[in-house]
């Protein structure tokens, strides 16, 4: 058998995707393991940030977003958005190219995908160089092109949630 990551896509229209991918940071880290978490669409300033620092968890954290593209009150043009997920894509590659990760999140990767940030062909090159571990991809919408590379896909579905009855995001829940 040749040697290569598991590609894991966590995708839906459901909360909880990148708390699912934190669960399994967190697990690999009990175990030893050697882990990279990549955000490509989120700011420096969230809960999980803290947490990982407050706890002195093993987990190597490295955000580029500059706000979440086109959602309100971005001010961000396409182009530096673009230039953000490409150098996130370009950490990730780094990441994989080392060969000093058991697991590797690329957090929100499917979204940048989703809106032409970066190109699906790109991503599939960049994690078909994994040789070993696990490689996450979060977000919503994966493209049916990553779905069909992967190993496991979960797809975290919304039956009900509070935001449509008007309440906002709230810290050390949503953000």
Known sequence: MENKAIIHVI????????????????RSSGAGKKIKFI??????????????????LPIEVETFGIGFYKILGDSHTEAEHKDAAAKALTAARR????????LIVLDEI?????????K???????IA??????????????PAKIKKIADLVSEIKSVKHYFDTGLEARKGIEF
């Not at 990441?95 to 058991?102: F, T, V």
């Not at 499917?110 to 970066?118: R, Y």
């Not at 699906?120 to 960049?126: H, K, N």
């Not at 160089?129 to 994966?142: M, Y």
């Open 39 to 56: 955000q490509f669409l989120k700011k420096a300033d969230f809960s999980e940030h803290e947490a990982i620092k407050k706890f002195k």
């Open 110 to 118: 499917n979204v940048a995908m989703g809106f032409k940030l970066i």
């Open 129 to 142: 160089l994994a040789k070993s571990g696990d490689i996450v991809l979060t977000g919503r919408r994966a």
């Open 95 to 102: 990441a994989i190219e080392s060969d000093q990760y058991d």
């Open 11 to 26: 995708t839906g229209d459901g909360k909880g995707k990148t708390t699912a991918s934190l669960g399994l940071a967190l």
């Open 120 to 126: 699906i062909s790109d991503v599939i090159e960049v």
